[in-house]
């Protein structure tokens, strides 16, 4: 059991080192601190968004599936503009294209579902 385990991570480690091989250049070298803070910005970027997108859908008096599409809409436009900004070279600020569209949807939509509920609350129920 504990050998298949151990071959198991060792095979994944060794194609995750070569999938940063096929879409990262030998001599780019990224540092961890630089990643950590990139991902941080990705954050404070997605919980504006959010605040944001919710207070506006509030206002709007959007509610049940079009508020959620309006959020998923302000989602993709700010992965589109991030990506945007790195100029297309993702791969220069992280390792994978995947940590732009998706770092922190979920803390994002808690967030948007809060703004959104109370300014509907206070501009339209009260």
């Known amino acids: 059991g504990n050998f298949r385990t151990r071959s198991f991570k060792l095979s994944y480690y060794n194609e995750y080192k070569s999938y940063l091989r096929m879409t990262r250049k030998e001599n780019e070298p990224l540092s961890p601190i630089s990643l950590q803070g990139n991902h941080a910005v990705v ?11 919710g207070i506006v859908a509030g206002i709007l008096g959007l509610y049940g599936l079009h508020g959620f599409l309006f959020y998923i809409f302000a989602s993709l436009l ?14 220069s600020f992280f390792l994978t ?13 808690l967030t948007f579902i809060l703004f959104w ?9 009260y």
């Open 97 to 109: 294209p995947w940590d732009i569209w998706s770092n922190g949807i979920l803390g994002g939509t």
């Open 78 to 91: 700010m992965s589109v503009l991030l990506i945007g900004k790195a100029r297309c070279s993702w791969n």
């Open 43 to 53: 954050s404070y970027c997605r919980t504006a968004l959010s605040a944001t997108s």
């Open 117 to 125: 509920t109370f300014l509907y609350g206070l501009v339209h129920v």
